[in-house]
């Protein structure tokens, strides 16, 4: 019942700036680690931010300075602050999160994928 329900990509000229929204919703008891990856048409997925639980937060080099990663624990959501976007910025972006949910007898712990939201930064 545990899903991640992404929202905010679309089409921005270069420079321009886009927000990403990571919902997540359904038997939660806690969530851990969350990030952001990306994949372009012809390339690896790739982690472009993550976030721990305490706020403690990892860019990937060609990203840093223009892109900001936060949660609000008590909505159970992240975003992803994109200024100064690029077109090598464009790619599919996904959610993931590390999930302790309720089963109904005991608590169990697993990874989750968004479904990813196409992002994409016109020259």
């Known amino acids: 019942q545990v899903q991640l329900v992404e929202s905010g990509g679309g089409l921005v000229q270069a420079g321009g700036s886009l927000r990403l929204s990571c919902a997540a919703s359904g038997s939660i008891f806690s969530i851990d680690a969350m990030g952001w990856y990306r994949q372009a048409p012809g390339k690896q997925r790739e982690l472009v931010t993550g976030i721990t639980r305490g706020g403690i937060t990892n860019y990937v080099d060609s990203v840093k300075g223009r892109f900001t990663i936060s949660r609000d624990n008590a909505k159970n959501t992240m975003y992803l602050q994109m200024n100064s976007l690029k077109p090598e910025d464009t790619a599919v972006y996904y959610c993931?999160?590390?999930?302790?949910?309720?089963?109904?007898?005991?608590?169990?712990?697993?990874?989750?994928w968004g479904q990813g939201t196409q992002v994409t930064v016109s020259s």
């Open positions: 993931n999160a590390d999930i302790t949910y309720y089963t109904g007898s005991n608590y169990r712990q697993s990874n989750y």
